[in-house]
Each structure stands twice: as structure tokens, then as C-alpha cells.
DNA sequence: CGTCGGAAATGACATTTGTCATTGACGAAA
DNA sequence: TTTCGTCAATGACAAATGTCATTTCCGACG
């Protein structure tokens, strides 16, 4: 028997959640949370197997309630509901170690998936899939000023991230190594990185 | 009912998934083949709801078959099996549309997997969502084999890019230090480049 | 004029890195 | 069995790198 605790605030979203859930013969609905806070506090208690979470709920959206849950030491999988595609809400979910992340519009699909989730798969709704790719290709954007990166820093930065040694772009700056060199540390300073390698992966990730 | 065909060549590992699928009340194997090529010819006859396939096998192997059959019309929804996580299988996957990728070893999921499919979610095992984030990002204009680069050495390449250290390349990969630095000196000289950055810098600009 | 501050440079140092020759372990092949 | 080839490891070494304290230079500003 899987026991499942359902969270949305709309009332009429988990009511009929929970009608097709406890349908099923194996699967049993243990608590209804109606916010995001309310699931955090049940959650210890009940101690589901799944948890199926609206993403998108006043207060404390579903992304922050199952970070919660999870940093509470629950072994719930989260099945995410959301009822379309919302690129930030993917990658969060992602992130913090979601098991699926469907929509709410094939709710004929929700008790597969439950039981999927439950036995340790992972589900994604047939379109999200399909963005993926997309999704996991954006970076977050980097702003030079934030960490005081100066013009002259930015050219050595890129001058690394092309495999450059500080011989090289001291060459083509017209300045001494060891000039480079300190620039190079300075730079690792305020991005807190360690070495080049890692400066020209930050730049690739980050800045390209 | 959900009709199920099975292909592998490991005639024992088939007729278990049999066993497993048909002791499933909703679901229904309706045919098994031994090869990729006779999945490819029994698929339109057959024209089941869900292939699930072994993606090693002899001669044609399973994405080379799944291709086959999308291409020929089948709107069979294709769950990969496969014995570990191989990470340029789970890509081509990916590139021509399954809709799964699991693990054999946990074959009790395998029916709810099954149906989550059926019903048009998408189900990776959980080790393999792990790894999506790093293999979506992957876009492959370099062919590994061009250049005698072994699988180990394509592992130490991916942890130069993420900025690690030869001593934390070797933690991660159980061996000694100077055997990582062996390495990275041997992918340098095939691949023709001076140091790390410069291999960092390789892999982001040709391989990712 | 003096001096303040930043950019550039220097020198010293520890660490990391890349190269190479060599060795041991292990399995496949003869 | 022996031999071969590959993988992992070791030790030694030179080079590149990163850090830090210090110094020089130069323009701005009082």
C-alpha cells in the first residue's frame, strides 16, 4: 500500500485529487495539507511515501515546502503538479532532488505515476521532457560589477578561458608576467575559484 | 489493457519481464523478440502500446531498433532497459524520443514504469536523473574514438572541466594521484594541447 | 609642492602540474 | 607454462602556477 499526502490550496484541486488517488486499491491517501506551511508540519508525522505538491501555492510555494520536507529528514519521493510548464519551477525542482514533475491536465496518468515515484523512478510529464534540454542549457546570467571585475581583468579572463598561460597574455597585454600572474590571483579572490582551470570553466558556464 | 513488446537477446532476462509483465492484471505482452532487427520487423504488426528493450545487444542495438521503428511509423512509446548507466546510450535515448531509460536491476518498478509510460509520462530511473543535467548539456562534435580516448580518460576529461584537481580527480575515481597526472598527460598528447586549462577549454568548445 | 592611491612590477616561496622512466599486477594469448 | 600488453602506481624532475609582501611609477588632488 502506498500512503500519499496531497498539498494544494485550492480545495477543489485536492478533493478531486485525493477521489481519484483513493480509486485506486493500493494506494491510499493519508493527509490533505492546504499550504505549503501545513505540509511541512504534517509531513514528519504522516510520513508518506509520495508526496504530491502543487508548485504554484500562495505563501510558501511547493519548490520551498518540499526543500523543507526533505532538509526534515523525510524520505517522501515529490511528485510535483503544476498546471503548465514553468522553466524556473523545473530547475528548482530539479535541483533540490524531485522525482517527478508532471501535469496537471492528465490526472488519468496520476496514479501510475504515484506508483512509479514510489518504487524510485522518476516521471516527468511527456512535454516536459521535450524541454529539458532547453532548460538545463540556461545559466544564470553573470554580472561583472557585482564582483568588481574590472575591463582589464575581463580580458585576462577571457584570455584564460582560451587556454592561454600568463606568459602568453602577459605578451599580448604588453605587461610582466608576474603582473598577469597577480591579476589571474586577484580575479580567483573575488569569483572564489581556485586556479585557471577553474576560471575558464566559470567563464564557459557562466559568461559565454 | 496495455500491450507490451519485449526485445532482448538474453532469451532468461525476456522471458522474466514476461513473467514479471503478465502477472500484471491491466497489462498484456503480446509479443517478445530476440534482436533489434526482428523488433523492427515484428513492431508494425505487433503495434504495441509499449516496447520495452534491452539497449545492449548484439547487432542492431536498442536505440539503433527504437530509431527504426519511430521511423516507420510506430507511435509505440520505447522504456530503454539497461543493466547500468552508460552515458552515451542515455543520450541518443534522449535525441530520438524514448520515453524511458531504468535500470533492470530494480525490475519491480518496472510494471508501474510500464504504466506511467503507457499513459504518456516520461520515467528514468533514479541514478539516472542524477546524471541528466551533465548529459543533456552534451552535445557530441567529438567522436571520443577519433582520438583513442578510452572511456576512463573521457571521465577524467569531464572532471578536468568541472575544475577538479588531479588529487580530487583520483578520490573520485578510486586511483592513485600520479596515475590521474599519467592520464591527463596522455589525453594532452593525443588530443595535442599543453595543460589542463587548455583541455577545459577543449571541452566546452567542442564537446559540450 | 607633497602625498595619496591605484596600476604595474619584482622577488621569494609553496604548490600544482606535466613529463618521463620504471615497476608491479593481472589477464589474454601463444 | 611463458610471454606479451595494458593498466595502475611510483619517484624524480622541470615548468607553470598561485600567493604574498614589497617597491616603483604616475596621475589626481589637496
Redesign the pocket.
Known amino acids: 500500500m502506498i500512503s500519499v499526502m496531497i498539498v494544494d490550496d485550492d480545495p477543489f484541486v485536492s478533493g478531486s485529487l485525493k477521489i481519484i488517488l483513493d480509486n485506486e486499491p493500493d494506494i491510499e491517501v493519508k493527509a490533505v495539507a492546504g499550504s505549503g506551511e501545513e505540509a511541512v508540519k504534517l509531513a514528519p508525522s504522516v510520513a508518506p511515501d509520495v508526496i504530491v505538491m502543487d508548485i504554484r501555492m500562495e505563501g510558501m510555494n511547493g519548490t520551498e515546502a518540499a526543500q523543507k520536507i526533505i532538509e526534515n529528514g523525510s524520505s517522501a519521493a515529490i511528485l510535483f503538479l503544476t498546471t503548465f510548464l514553468d522553466d524556473e519551477y523545473i530547475n528548482k525542482a530539479l535541483k533540490i532532488g524531485a522525482k517527478g514533475y508532471i501535469i496537471k491536465q492528465d490526472c488519468g496518468s496520476l496514479p501510475s505515476s504515484v506508483r512509479a515515484v514510489a518504487s524510485g523512478q522518476a516521471v516527468f510529464g511527456g512535454k516536459v521532457v521535450e524541454k529539458l534540454p532547453d532548460l538545463l542549457n540556461r545559466k544564470e546570467r553573470f554580472d561583472p560589477s557585482e564582483f568588481d571585475i574590472?575591463p582589464?581583468e575581463l580580458e585576462v579572463i577571457k584570455f584564460v578561458a582560451d587556454g592561454l598561460?600568463?606568459?602568453e597574455i602577459a605578451e599580448k597585454m604588453f605587461?610582466?608576467e608576474?603582473?598577469v600572474?597577480?591579476m589571474?590571483?586577484s580575479i580567483?579572490?573575488k569569483l572564489d575559484l581556485r586556479?585557471?582551470?577553474q576560471l575558464a570553466c566559470f567563464y564557459y558556464q557562466k559568461m559565454v
Do not use: A
Open positions: 574590472t582589464k598561460s600568463n606568459k605587461l610582466g608576474g603582473t600572474r597577480n589571474v590571483s580567483l579572490t586556479d585557471r582551470t
